[in-house]
């Protein structure tokens, strides 16, 4: 039977942009399926994705040789996309972690030191006395040291992002539709995509619907996922504010245990016209099975204990930023079973996921985009590609 495609994308976020943007240089024959942004969050009931936001934070000191790598690479690509789609989103403003001192190979930062150095990254350390000095807008324990990256990180704009992947796939001579997905069935031969009453067909299809990938009958079997509520806080600075916080790095402070962490956007320009830092921690362990409490969620503020929480953590290591007014906003982190992202097929030979940021793979999705569509026309990834790591899980 003739197809309307030869691979059908679903879902137009960080990783299928990515994707689509990839298979455009491959093959043609490709049309994404995606969700537009709701203009109103708090009366919109459909999907919602987790990368409504303009700062991520990008880095390659990383515990994991894997997720590092998966950085890595995508970095080298971010001047590349920038210049050919026209659309900036990366700021180098460096990243900085500050936590206690680490004996290498232990802890996240112990491990992550000793992997800087396999990698060959420029990753500086500072002790206690030097980490004062470069950031006195910190009021850190004072027995942290810090380990800095000065370049190749700092914050990638998803947003932004996502509309440049889209941007080029487009102009690859990819097909976009701007429509949410509401089946995906194998029909023996081919594929047969349902999108607002329309169907399309493809000889395969790759789900990238980052954690609304179980919902609306995307995969012949649910993967094995946790979605997991997160709450951001946003600090509306003024110029007082501006002017103690403006040139910080992005910034990742752990506690005594390493799950005990927040992560600190340095200031940014938002669509509202006002500049706002953004903190987020992983405090909250609520998850959804449901699109209903999914999408709940996102009409939502977060969780208000928990901003009010990253709040104080907040003041307590930036006091300048006493007085502004703190905001609070949702979104999800899609936790896998191996905490590596899913790339593979699933039962049906046709039909493939790519999904699972774990938390952290904004600054990584050109990377992952790259594996979805090595996936989609080589049929399987290899060791350089960490295949066996990223072998989905399926309930
Ligand atoms: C609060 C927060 C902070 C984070 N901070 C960082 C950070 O600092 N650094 C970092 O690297 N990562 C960070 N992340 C993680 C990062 O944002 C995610 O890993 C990334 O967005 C995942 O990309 P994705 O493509 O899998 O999912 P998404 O970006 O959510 O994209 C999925 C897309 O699929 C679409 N979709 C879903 N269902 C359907 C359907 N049925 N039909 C059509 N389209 C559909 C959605 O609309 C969406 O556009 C953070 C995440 C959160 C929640």
Known sequence: ????????????????????????????????IGSSEPVERKTHHGVFASHYDEARITRTFDD????????????????????????????????????????????????????????SLDVETLDASALR?????????????????????GHVNPRA??????????????TLVDATVTSVRDEGTHVAVTAAGQTYTAEKVLVAAGGFSNFNGLLPAPVDIRVAARTVAFFELGEREMALFGDMPSTIIFGDRDEDHVYILPPVRYPDGKTYLKLGGDLEARSFATLEDAGQWFRSDGDLAERDQLAAVA???????SGCPVTSAPCVATFTATSYPYAGFTDSPRIAVLTGGNFVAA??????????????????????????????VFL
């Open 161 to 174: 992002l996502v509309r440049a992947q889209t941007k080029l796939a487009v102009s690859g001579g990819v």
């Open 64 to 119: 994991n040789i894997v997720w590092g790598t998966f950085a890595a690479r995508s970095l080298d690509r971010y001047a590349e996309i920038e210049a050919k789609s026209g659309i900036s989103f990366y700021t180098e403003a460096g990243c900085l972690f500050a936590g206690p001192t680490a004996v290498p190979g232990q802890g996240y930062l112990g491990r992550a030191l000793e992997l800087s150095t396999r990698m």
């Open 363 to 392: 600054k990584s999705s050109d990377e992952l985009g790259r594996l979805g569509a090595v996936l989609m026309t080589q049929g399987w990834l290899g060791e350089e590609d960490f295949g066996r790591e990223l072998t989905p």
């Open 133 to 153: 000095d470069r950031f006195p807008q910190f009021s850190l324990n004072p027995q942290f040291s810090g380990y800095y990256e000065k370049r190749r990180a």
């Open 1 to 32: 039977m003739a197809v309307d495609f030869k691979v059908i994308i679903v879902g137009c976020g960080m990783m299928g942009a990515a994707a689509a943007r990839h298979l455009s240089g491959m093959i043609d024959g490709v049309c994404v």
């Open 315 to 321: 003041l307590q290591a930036m006091p300048g930023l």
